[in-house]
């Protein structure tokens, strides 16, 4: 199915430029699944995402070395890892709305597609290689450093470390609210010996995250994680109620 014209729109004003070649945001936006259930031959998004990603380790790359040149080769690497992982890249994409705006197979959407954040990850590294080709490096880096700045500056100030997301969202919801923090498992995919977990968590019955792992306990990590880099972004916290 097509995505929702009325996000998409809401993305291109977003972005504000306008695109030399339209049909590379209409790739960047078309999942595999959308493509293999055309008759006619429909290009997808992958090998935008494989773009994408190269032009997303470099950016960050290049903020990193000139941002914090104290820091030692081994601790920027783990800054970028935590920075560029599919938690805070899904978490990005839900922030535009991409899930909304692709196009996508009917059993994939049946399934929770337009919120699976491997789905959204993907979608966000396609979207930055579509900008590299349309745009050029300096547009595109000036749009991976706005929408991840607060992420990687937030790693670098722990020193590109990270451990129990689950216990620092703890943290955050005693700090600023007194809503009740729940985790829920939401889908449990695959045969018993390749499980694939998908879990939530809400605040205040409102969901901030979902994350996915090979056990229940990996994907609340997951989903606290993203959680935390929604709240963390823009001071969003401060729209949750006492």
């Known amino acids: 199915m097509q995505g929702d014209p009325r996000a ?10 306008t695109w030399n ?5 209409t790739i960047a936006l078309t999942h595999t699944s959308y493509a ?6 429909q290009e997808h998004n992958q090998r935008l995402e494989f773009l994408g990603d190269a032009v997303l380790e470099l950016v960050v790359s290049d903020y990193l070395y000139n941002t914090y040149p104290d820091y030692p080769e081994g601790v920027l690497t783990k800054i970028r890892a935590a920075s560029v992982c599919e938690p805070s890249l899904a978490a990005v994409a839900r922030r535009l ?20 954040p491997a789905a959204l990850a993907d979608a966000f590294e396609a979207l930055t ?7 050029g490096f300096t547009r595109a880096r000036a749009f991976v450093l706005q929408q991840l700045k607060d992420t990687i500056d937030h790693y670098a100030a722990q020193g590109g470390q990270h451990g129990d997301f ?9 700090q600023y609210t007194q809503q009740e923090l729940h985790y829920t498992l939401l889908k449990e995919e695959g045969p018993d010996h390749n499980k694939v977990f998908t ?10 995250g979902v994350g996915q792992g090979k056990t229940k306990k990996e994907a609340e990590q997951e989903a606290a994680h993203e959680a935390l880099i929604k709240l963390r972004d823009q001071g969003a916290w401060k729209g949750l109620k006492k």
């Open 8 to 17: 998409l729109a809401a993305l291109v004003e977003q972005l504000g430029f």
């Open 21 to 25: 070649k339209p049909e590379l945001l």
């Open 36 to 41: 293999n259930e055309r008759k006619q031959r």
């Open 97 to 116: 709305n991409l899930g909304q705006c692709l196009a996508m197979g009917k059993g994939e959407e049946k399934s929770g597609g337009r919120e699976r």
């Open 129 to 135: 290689g579509a900008i590299y080709l349309d745009q």
């Open 166 to 174: 689950k216990s620092e969202l703890q943290e955050w919801i005693q």
């Open 199 to 208: 879990a939530g968590v809400s605040i205040g019955g409102q969901v901030w």
